[in-house]
């Protein structure tokens, strides 16, 4: 199964967990990840284009459950404004064995980070900045394209 959400409200992320193990997999891979700190961060800011971030999602998790074989893919992402150490993303892949669970989740993550429409904004006490794709982020989704 797949389960895309772009929502405003926290992610829990025990709850997400429970659906994701529901699926009667032998492996369940998870990625959480957290609004940082960096540089005096005070507040993130996430806007996105309703429809077609959750197509894009959705397009993502289908891609990963054929490549790997999945029994489900679950993406829940925030949008609105967000405080150092709250959840962005759940990630979540479920598959018979560890090895494609990890492989999945990973590829969801790194896939996600520059294919998915969202516009980033850091606040910084009195200023803001929009957020442009880290080269990291671009050489990591790369190396599965070039696969």
């Not at 967990?17 to 891979?29: H, M, S």
């Not at 197509?55 to 949008?79: D, S």
């Not at 479920?94 to 090895?99: E, K, L, N, Q």
């Amino acid at each position: 199964m797949i389960r895309v959400v772009v929502q405003q409200e926290r992610i829990d992320a025990a709850a997400e967990l429970v659906r994701a193990e529901a699926e009667g997999a032998g492996a369940v891979a998870t990625f959480t990840g957290l609004v940082r700190a960096d540089d005096g961060v005070t507040a993130l800011e996430l806007e996105h284009y309703p429809g077609m971030t959750e197509a894009a999602l959705r397009h993502l998790a289908n891609e990963a459950t054929a490549r790997w074989a999945l029994l489900g893919a679950t993406i829940v992402h925030r949008v609105g404004a967000m405080a150092p150490g709250e959840r962005v993303v759940f990630v979540a892949a479920t598959a018979s064995h560890r090895t494609a669970a990890l492989e999945a989740c990973t590829y969801l993550i790194d896939r996600l980070k520059t294919d998915a429409p969202f516009w980033k904004r850091e606040l910084r006490g009195d200023a803001a900045r929009w957020v442009e794709t880290r080269e990291g982020d671009i050489a990591a989704s790369a190396r599965w394209l070039a696969e």
